[in-house]
């Protein structure tokens, strides 16, 4: 049996690394350090190239905050705008058909707003119908009860 020197045994002999599409502001410090600690020092950076580079930084820093503020401002209107279907009747769209009942509560999971029915959580763009409700579940209970 043959073994190939340069892929070894059983492993393809190209395998391509996926490519990175974007660096976040933590890999680009991380280069930014690196670039420094190994530059010639009889031949340091030019200041104007040194500049241009921390205002680079500066930049994608402000933009990773106005991102993140967009993303807060953004939940906090899905979450105004699901507050008024707490108490309805909803019908949602799942991989299974479609499910109803009446919305018991909202909440916010990672990035998204969710509307829980039947104690399980359906994203906003779940939701295909919408009827006034007899209120909140465990009202019906009482109201059957008086």
Known sequence: MQVNATTGYG?????AAAPVKSLDKDAFLLLFVEQLKNQNPMSPQ???EFMAQMAQFSMLEQLTNINESILQARLSQSMGGAAALLGKEATV??????IS????KI???GHDVLVVIEGKGYGLDQVSELRPG??????????NND
């Open 11 to 15: 492993q393809p002999a190209h395998t």
């Open 46 to 48: 030019d200041s104007s």
């Open 93 to 98: 769209r799942t991989v299974d058909g479609e």
């Open 101 to 104: 009942g009446c919305v018991e």
């Open 107 to 109: 909440t916010i999971v």
């Open 134 to 143: 007899d209120g909140w579940p465990n009202q019906k209970e009482a109201n």
